[in-house]
């Protein structure tokens, strides 16, 4: 980034000029704490309308994204998808520039806009974003965003970068922010499925939601360890060390889970598909994973 004042690179939050193109809900956001800290912000959005609000907060508006780009050497892209930011920078000069982009892709798809980053002379940074638009700008919510790619670049900015919301570096692969935000959102995704199936049980009963919520959150808190334990597992590939609960008897328990299901008018079909993986590890070797705890099911997902 470049210091307003002296030109110089620096690592410092202070003076800081940068553009961010795209000014949906969570660009909107971003642009408002950067500019409540003081920062000189350019904007553009293919909509002009809604570059009014960061205007009227002291951002200068940019009439193309070419024109957003030239301003500054900082450019920070929070568009749509991939092919949002293709058809953005098409045919911009990007030569000396730095560019951070928190526009939500694939793996495949930060690692393939890094290399085309990098063939027109910028230093590419990819990011994901842990938090919701209400989250950025207030750290106690406790959001934050993964960045893989460019560690210099990382460096240079990350004062200007931890302003709307917490900054975890992941690696230099720049693919491995957006791995990183897919593996969370699938676990969190997989628990709100959990949630949803338990909820679903009680919804003809004399059981208020109010009254399960604390319950689900105490148990769900409690099982919290299985995280850990598993990677440690998958580590060491020991999977029957300290099992208390194991396979087998998952698998029998599994079916007093469905058979409620069909009792209570509740379709399987957000359990039935783990519960399936936990029966093709017992039955192909009843003898050698009987015994384990439930982490082999992840070499099973594997294609």
Not at 82 to 102: E, F, T, W, Y
Not at 203 to 215: G, N, S, V, Y
Not at 234 to 239: A, H, I, K, P
Request: aromatic share 6%.
């Amino acid at each position: 980034m470049t210091d307003t004042t002296t030109g110089t690179h620096t690592g410092t939050a202070a003076q800081t000029s940068l553009t961010l193109l795209g000014l949906g809900d969570m660009g909107t956001a971003l642009a408002r704490t950067w500019l409540a800290a003081g920062h000189s912000l350019t904007v553009w959005n293919r909509t002009p309308a809604k570059a009014a609000a960061p205007a009227s907060e002291g951002a200068s508006v940019a009439p193309s994204a070419a024109a957003a780009v030239a301003a500054n050497d900082l450019v920070v892209l929070c568009l749509l998808d991939d092919a949002s930011v293709g058809s953005a920078l098409d045919g911009i000069d990007l030569a000396g520039k730095d560019l951070v982009n928190l526009t939500t892709g694939t793996p495949a798809e930060a690692r393939a806009r890094a290399a085309w980053a990098e063939e027109r002379g910028a230093r590419y940074l990819d990011g994901g974003i842990m938090a919701t638009p209400t989250m950025i700008g207030v750290p106690e919510a406790g959001g934050y965003v993964f960045y893989s790619g460019s560690h210099a670049l990382f460096e240079t900015c990350r004062a200007v970068l931890e302003v709307p919301a917490g900054a975890r570096f992941v690696g230099g692969n720049p693919g491995h922010a957006a791995l990183h935000d897919v593996a969370l959102l699938s676990a969190m995704w997989g628990m709100f499925a959990g949630i949803s199936h338990a909820y679903a049980l009680i919804a003809d009963e004399d059981i208020a939601p109010k009254d399960l919520a604390p319950l689900l959150s105490e148990w769900l808190g409690a099982m919290n360890f299985f995280v850990g334990n598993a990677a440690e597992r998958l580590t060491s590939g020991d999977f029957t060390s300290g099992v208390v609960s194991n396979l087998a008897m998952q698998v029998v328990g599994s079916g007093t889970m469905l058979r409620t299901a069909d009792e209570q008018g509740v379709s399987t079909e957000l359990v039935a598909p783990y519960v399936d993986l936990l029966r093709r590890r017992l039955a192909a070797d009843p003898a050698a994973h009987g015994g384990e705890d439930t982490t082999g099911a992840v070499l099973l997902l594997k294609r």
